[in-house]
């Protein structure tokens, strides 16, 4: 079975630092997908990063990066020079190569002090 | 804006009545799927549709059903609705049948079972 485990329930960063958001996934398909998606307070989920099992480099949007660590499971989320608006529910996902659905961790809440 | 629009936003009804959550897909997009969001289960999948065709099925309560029309738009009905059925439920969409690089969500229907 597929699952996505973030540890983190709460983080606290101040602002213009950066964070690590953690998400080890488990399955036993050889091709899948990993995605982050961020949750603000409004409710709408908003891509952020795609990581595909296969990749050779890590993937970077901006201020996001995906460090992969493929033998250890783990696709954590970094985010550089925290800003305010980035305070939000932090979601991993993955998608099995053979299913277009998404299994989520539960979900990491991220808070950025001033 | 991701370019999948949901209506309603927000839905307030009583035990036992019937709603209907509608949801356009982006353009282009064959793929759509229905998620739930609630504090005690999390993000679960509930259904996929891909091009009119039923694609995959989740945790989706037999009382829940889904259409995919012609112009691709998507329609999730809850019928018997119960206190717990009270949600936050999305929809996405994707180009592809299977895995993609990419999910873009709606924002979301509140359902409230009062």
């Known amino acids: 079975a597929q699952k996505i485990t973030q540890t983190q329930p709460g983080m606290f960063v101040q602002e213009k630092e950066a964070v690590t958001l953690d998400c080890t996934y488990d399955?036993?398909?050889?091709?899948?997908?990993l995605f982050w998606y961020k949750q603000p307070s409004s409710g709408e989920m908003i891509f952020l990063i795609y990581q595909g099992s296969y990749d050779q480099q890590n993937a970077t949007e901006g201020r996001y990066s995906l460090n992969f660590q493929k033998a250890r499971k783990s696709a954590n989320l970094v985010i550089s020079a925290s800003q305010l608006g980035d305070s939000a529910m932090y979601f991993c996902a993955m998608r099995a190569s053979n299913t277009g659905k998404l299994i989520f961790g539960q979900g990491t809440t991220l808070q950025v002090k001033p | 804006d991701s370019g999948v629009t949901q209506t309603p936003k927000h839905l307030i009804t009583a035990t036992g009545q019937r709603v209907t959550l509608r949801c356009s897909p982006r353009?282009?997009?064959?793929?759509v799927y229905w998620y739930q969001q609630s504090l005690d289960q999390g993000l679960q999948f509930l259904i996929q549709?891909?091009?009119?065709?039923?694609?995959a099925k989740g945790n989706i309560l037999e009382r829940f059903s889904a259409q995919q029309f012609p112009d691709l738009h998507s329609e999730l009905n809850l019928s018997s609705l119960e206190l717990g059925d009270s949600a936050l439920y999305f929809c996405?969409?994707?180009?592809?049948?299977?895995?993609?690089?990419?999910?873009?969500f709606g924002q979301g229907t509140r359902l409230t079972v009062v």
């Open positions: 996405a969409s994707s180009t592809q049948r299977t895995a993609n690089t990419e999910a873009f």
């Open positions: 353009s282009g997009d064959l793929s």
């Open positions: 399955t036993s398909d050889p091709s899948y997908g």
């Open positions: 549709y891909y091009n009119g065709e039923e694609r």
